[in-house]
């Protein structure tokens, strides 16, 4: 029976990962503006040949706006689905998100006081960002500071993350406060709420590279995390620097998480409810649990953007999407009680 289940694990990934470019063909082709199969090869074909300028409506579209669209969709979902898992792992708590640490926040301050001072697109995404690590720095300072320099307790940074969280949520109301409501604060509003409509090829370069590294430093550290969610002594006794392990995950989950808001804006649900549907998939186990979340985040944030952008006829935040998704799937996981759900 076991042999059977372990079988059909093995067989997961790779059915995921088939699905994630069957799902990515069918968002290339779908939207308010249809682009065919063979629009799409002759496209491709012109832009490989630089020959042509038959497609050339449909190549605005693609190059422009819905591929980017699309990747960035792709490495947001598998930031902050990756970025949860190893939250989960490392604090062994099921309930933690990515925007633990006040990251989330932090972003959202940043960018919103970049709507305020009038920057530019880039300088807002910067700025997020920057504030984005600023409150994970802030939320490590305070529980290092209250715990006296000594070795800080997942409960005491979980503590700092969440007054971290709140300051800058105050900072955020201050903003909209003083922000002019019919120029400015309709930009922070919708920024907030989460959204790929006006994602670029820049956008998608900026986001790449700290997801990219992140994903692939997190996953080196697989067995590492299976050992920390045994527990710190455990960890310790096994041959693990738990300080050093702890502070590496939360710096590259810091990064995915910051640079994530940054292009996306504040996108909730994804990082808590995807870990536990690749738990119950294919197990515990971060070797396999992990790829599983990356890819598994990727499809459920591609499809929300669909859903997005072809539900009406003007594109719906994705951030409210998500909460309607996420809130309800997370109840009914809860209330099925399965086995190791919450181990």
């Known amino acids: 029976m076991e042999n059977g289940k372990e079988k059909k694990r093995q067989w997961f990934l790779p059915l995921l990962i088939l699905i994630l470019i069957l799902l990515v063909l069918f968002s290339i082709i779908t939207g308010r503006f249809a682009i065919p199969l063979e629009e799409f090869a002759g496209v491709i074909k012109e832009a490989v040949s630089g020959v042509g300028d038959q497609y050339e409506a449909a190549a605005t579209v693609l190059f422009q706006s819905r591929l ?58 910067f700025l ?60 922070i509003a919708f920024w907030l709420m989460g959204g790929l409509t006006y994602v670029t090829a820049p956008d998608v370069l900026f986001l790449a590279v700290p997801v990219l590294a992140g994903t692939v430093i997190l996953f080196l550290l697989r067995w590492r995390m299976n050992l920390l969610s045994l527990g710190a002594d455990e960890a310790e006794s096994l041959g693990v620097s738990v300080k050093r392990c702890r502070g590496i995950i939360i710096v590259c989950a810091t990064f995915m998480t910051a640079s994530s808001v940054a292009v996306g804006g ?53 951030g409210i999407l998500t909460a309607m998704i996420g809130a309800p799937v997370f109840v009914a996981l809860l209330a099925k009680g399965k086995r190791g759900f919450l181990s």
């Open 128 to 187: 997020s960002f920057g504030f984005g690590l600023v409150s994970v720095l802030l939320t490590c300072l305070i529980s290092k500071k209250v715990s006296g320099g000594m070795d800080q307790s997942p409960i005491l940074l979980v503590l700092s993350g969440i007054v971290v969280g709140a300051l800058f949520q105050a900072f955020i109301s201050i903003v909209k406060y003083v922000a002019d409501p019919f120029d400015t604060m309709p930009s």
């Open 68 to 125: 980017p669209r699309i990747l960035a969709a792709v490495l947001i979902g598998c930031a902050l689905a990756v970025s949860g898992a190893s939250y989960q792992g490392i604090f062994r708590n099921p309930m933690v998100s990515p925007d633990l640490l006040g990251a989330s926040a932090g972003a959202g301050f940043g960018a919103a006081l970049g709507f305020l001072l009038g920057i530019p697109a880039i300088g807002v995404q």
């Open 266 to 318: 504040m996108i909730g649900w994804a990082g808590l409810i995807v870990p536990h549907f690749a738990r119950m998939f294919v197990g515990p186990d971060y070797k396999k649990m992990l790829p599983c979340a990356a890819v598994l985040g990727s499809v459920f944030l591609l499809l929300v953007d669909d859903a997005a952008r072809c539900i009406t006829a003007q594109d719906l935040p994705i």
